[in-house]
């Protein structure tokens, strides 16, 4: 993968530059370390400019030396550097409080946090402090004074142990050299631990799971265990990503966001702990079955089936469901939902969480008997899909269809699909089945047409003729045609006459046409037009 830091790479140089001309050498039995500098990046998301950086000395036992060096954040890349650092050990504590950039929300944090880092800088000039320096912390801590662990060895094993939290494999780079856009590990780690969580919730849950694992590098306590994959479940993953490809764009920074989403969906089918908190969609609400439920994916429909939409949204959860597709019949008051009927798409909003929510909803009659709609879930803010699933509709009290068999009484149906093309002195039928309570139109166009006053003993059958002459302009001269409205006369009973097509001339190329339009059930545009040639 080609992913150019322009930012991290300039930082790197820098520091690499700084790390040559650093000097390490002993005078009686100290040793004295001098950077002339040493930097790195703040990163929960990225630290934004002005956040503080606390670089504390530590004595072998970790405890703290007295000698202290402040600095800032310098840019909302969360970077920082200071200069002329002089050291009588390898070990500093990196502290950094400050506002972030939430990659959950998109925007920045609401309140500050503060993250630590522990580092050996014998052999560096710069190292990150991000939530796995921060996790790891009490843990080395514990390793080196309580179990005589060198550093080395007790920074490496609380890495792996935090890193098996999430059930993570270690990379081999130590957790202060990894980079939040160059690790996807780190990246869903980051994600995990926020959620929708607030920022003095979040310090809370690391702190936590800090003290949990100082011991034994075991996260026992299953409320912790259950929060970090309650918060798993509860975020979109192309909306963080989007966030993130949007902050560094502002930024003027070119970056390949790693691919942080196989992680989160790893640890969450590992089912390493359980959920114990999200959405839940019921099987049925007080109105009937519940549109919105997983494993409900077919509707039978009519106007006296009624159906309910309802979710159980635990506090601090939210939810937009978008319904596309179909028409919606009714939706009826206690009306919990927020609605927005618009077309064939219904969006509703949960108004409050923690709350009962449910409406009744039917979806009238439909005029296909089978048919599909589209069922979006939005979960805690998400504005891509966090969830999606197609309902079949079947239709239990289908409205009747107007039919056009092939042929009629006096010969082949016009008015059937069959029929493509008419000859003419040849007798058809024009045959229409028009259930009770449906009404049909047919206007015949572009010919010399003669309904039965051919055949003077032969009835009109359930038809109501009108006929008018029009002109029509052709390009090379003007001439007459009829135009020839037929109606059904009663609902219920079937229409047919015979027609026949007299001798005609149509267009200057002598290529004679008939059009047939319909119009069912009321409809003043076609519901139906087709063009049979003359031959």
Request: hydrophobic share 35%.
């Amino acid at each position: 993968m080609k992913t150019k830091h322009l930012f991290y790479l300039a930082l790197s140089v820098l520091l690499f530059v700084a790390c040559e001309k650093a000097v390490d050498e002993r005078k009686g039995n100290e040793l004295k370390i001098q950077k002339e500098l040493f930097g790195g990046y703040a990163q929960k998301g990225p630290f934004v400019s002005g956040s503080s950086v606390t670089i504390s000395e530590l004595k072998p036992n970790l405890d703290q030396s007295g000698r202290t060096y402040f600095t800032t954040i310098t840019d909302n890349l969360g970077s920082f550097e200071k200069k002329n650092i002089e050291l009588i050990s390898n070990y500093v504590e990196l502290k950094v409080d400050g506002y972030y950039f939430n990659e959950i929300w998109g925007n920045t944090s609401a309140g500050q946090m503060t993250l630590y880092a522990l580092v050996d800088v014998k052999d560096v000039n710069s190292a990150n402090v991000n939530v796995l320096t921060h996790l790891e912390k009490p843990r080395v801590e514990y390793l080196v004074t309580q179990k005589g662990m060198s550093f080395a060895e007790a920074k490496q094993q609380a890495q792996r142990e935090v890193l098996a939290i999430f059930g993570f494999e270690p990379s081999g780079v130590s957790s202060d050299a990894l980079n939040l856009i160059d690790n996807a590990a780190l990246l869903a780690i980051s994600c995990i631990l926020q959620g929708y969580l607030s920022t003095g919730d979040m310090m809370e849950l690391m702190a936590k799971i800090g003290a949990d694992i100082k011991t034994d590098g075991k996260l026992d306590n299953a409320t912790l265990c259950s929060q970090l994959v309650n918060n798993a479940n509860s975020f979109s993953l192309p909306v963080v990503r989007a966030n993130l490809e949007q902050k560094y764009s502002e930024l003027g920074v070119s970056v390949t966001i790693p691919n942080f989403e196989d992680h989160v969906q790893q640890f969450i089918e590992k089912n390493l702990y359980q959920q114990t908190e999200l959405i839940t969609y019921p099987e049925r609400g007080e109105y009937g079955k519940n549109i919105l439920c997983l494993t409900e994916d077919t509707l039978e429909i009519n106007n006296e089936i009624y159906y309910s939409l309802k979710a159980e949204i635990p506090q601090g959860m939210s939810l937009k469901v978008v319904l596309r597709g179909l028409y919606f019949g009714n939706v009826v008051t206690p009306m919990q939902f927020w609605s927005l009927l618009k077309n064939d798409v219904m969006t509703l909003e949960v108004a409050e969480n923690g709350k009962p929510n449910d409406i009744f909803i039917n979806f009238g009659d439909q005029d296909d008997t089978n048919r599909h709609f589209i069922v979006e879930y939005y979960e805690n803010g998400a504005t891509t899909p966090t969830r999606i699933k197609e309902m079949v509709v079947k239709n239990t009290n289908p409205t009747p269809l107007i039919t056009y068999s092939a042929t009629g009484m006096f010969g082949d149906n016009l008015l059937s699909d069959n029929v493509t093309s008419v000859k003419r002195n040849t007798e058809y039928g024009l045959k229409a089945d028009v259930p009770e309570g449906l009404s049909l139109k047919i206007v015949l166009k572009s010919g010399y047409i003669d309904y039965g006053m051919m055949h003077p003993a032969i009835p009109l059958i359930n038809w109501h003729t009108v006929q008018k002459e029009n002109k029509y302009e052709e390009k090379c001269f003007t001439f007459s045609y009829l135009e020839n409205e037929l109606s059904i006369v009663q609902s219920g009973k079937t229409g047919d006459l015979m027609i026949t097509i007299d001798e005609y001339r149509g267009e200057c190329n002598n290529i004679p046409y008939l059009t047939i339009e319909y119009y069912e059930n009321g409809s003043t545009t076609p519901t139906k037009v087709k063009t049979l040639n003359v031959e």
